[in-house]
């Protein structure tokens, strides 16, 4: 069979061995900076709010490109010049935000910002102080892990469940660009700005990608199972490894 048969192509993708990812599936995690714990007594008193409304109203995430600066290496035994690699280079993570009514998100990142650097007054914190992790999950619908409860009725059922198949972890993240609100009298819409993040570095990887592909059979999980063992994936991986609806 010819190497580029649409045939091939169509088995990759309806067999789900080379499914595309979908762009509307994923999910952010910002973990509180010391900043923000030790003055937003609000925030420290509901963690779960915070980062339920973090999650939900991320409208949209870029992750950052990543490339290698290469060095020209030229003698004149060797022949032609040629690069070789030198250091890398990231460009800076992008998150776009929906704003809810008692405009949480705004306040959130205006604090953060301004206790890195106050606006009052000539100095900066301590980077320890400013800086958190944040986490990008990519989900995927239909995996091989099934969800069995019971309903309201009585009745038992099972559900497919979601899983992520890729994170990016962020180290030493801070916003450092936030852009600004837009209103207008025209036709009402949902008001956004998008948010700039530096970081020290990231990580990516497929955490459970080898474990449960295409091909894996179904497996089941309750209320009274755990889920890493029984779905096969090490415990040290549930901050990746997750499933839901």
């Known amino acids: 069979m010819s190497m580029n048969s649409f045939a091939t192509f169509r088995e990759l993708v309806t067999s789900g061995q080379r499914e595309p990812a979908r762009s509307n599936l994923f999910g952010v995690k910002i973990y509180l900076p010391p900043c923000i714990l030790a003055n937003e007594a609000a925030i420290k008193r509901d963690q779960r709010d915070a980062a339920i409304a973090v999650n939900f109203f991320a409208e949209s995430v870029s992750v950052p490109a990543r490339r290698i600066q290469g060095e020209q290496v030229r003698a004149g035994w060797q022949g032609a010049a040629y690069n070789v690699a030198r250091e890398q280079q990231n ?17 959130f990142l205006e604090q953060w910002m301004n206790y890195a650097v106050p606006d009052q007054e000539n100095r900066a914190s301590l ?8 986490v990008i999950q990519k989900w995927e619908i ?3 892990v099934n969800w069995q409860g019971i309903a309201e009725n009585g009745k038992q059922f099972t559900q497919r469940l979601n899983m992520v198949t890729g994170v990016w972890q962020f180290f030493g993240a801070w916003p450092v660009d936030m852009g600004g609100l837009s209103f207008n009298n025209g036709p009402t819409n949902i008001v956004k700005f998008s948010t700039k993040f530096n970081f020290e570095r990231y990580r990516f990887d497929t955490v459970g990608a080898e474990e449960l592909n295409y091909n894996t059979p179904d497996k089941f999980i309750n209320s009274a199972t755990n889920d890493m063992n029984v779905v096969g994936l090490s415990t040290n991986q549930q901050e990746a490894a997750q499933f839901g609806v």
């Open 127 to 134: 980077y320890d102080e400013y800086t958190t992790n944040i």
């Open 142 to 144: 239909a995996s091989p």
């Open 91 to 107: 460009g800076q993570m992008d998150i776009s935000f929906m704003v809810d009514k008692k405009l949480f998100h705004r306040k």
